[in-house]
């Protein structure tokens, strides 16, 4: 499996180290990561800072360049998280995070269609 996606000018690149790990959102060599870790049930989490703490986060990690983007930065984080880890799945955003689910299985779809 791939752990990059690229676009025209960024890219994502998600690394798992046991239950944990980071998404790193790349555009135009700037860098901005952010932790994920597996959810209890199927899906990962990726931990955002809510709107308020996006800006202190930018600073924090060296990417004030971030600052006035986090809509943009939160959906191309997933979209690009996404394809790489589920693709066919789908995203949920809460305050804090980005969760990423699989799409149904194909036992789920076959009892689907059977029904």
């Known amino acids: 499996m791939p752990n990059d996606v690229q676009a025209s000018n960024y890219s994502v690149e998600l690394k798992q180290h046991g239950r944990g790990g980071w998404v790193?959102?790349?555009?135009?060599?700037?860098?901005?990561?952010?932790?994920v870790e597996l959810?209890?049930?199927r899906g990962i989490g990726i931990f955002v800072p809510t709107?308020?703490?996006?800006?202190?986060?930018c600073k924090k990690e060296?990417?004030?360049w971030a600052e006035r983007n986090r809509e943009e930065i939160m959906q191309r984080t997933a979209q690009g998280a996404l394809n790489?880890?589920?693709?066919?799945g789908h995203?949920?955003?809460?305050d804090q995070?980005?969760?990423?689910?699989?799409?149904?299985s194909p036992i789920d779809r076959l009892r689907d269609w059977l029904s």
């Open 97 to 104: 995070w980005i969760n990423l689910r699989p799409g149904p």
């Open 24 to 35: 790193t959102y790349v555009e135009n060599g700037n860098r901005l990561r952010f932790p």
């Open 39 to 41: 959810l209890g049930t």
């Open 62 to 64: 060296g990417a004030e």
């Open 84 to 88: 790489l880890r589920f693709p066919n």
């Open 51 to 57: 709107a308020d703490r996006w800006n202190a986060y």
């Open 91 to 94: 995203i949920e955003f809460t």
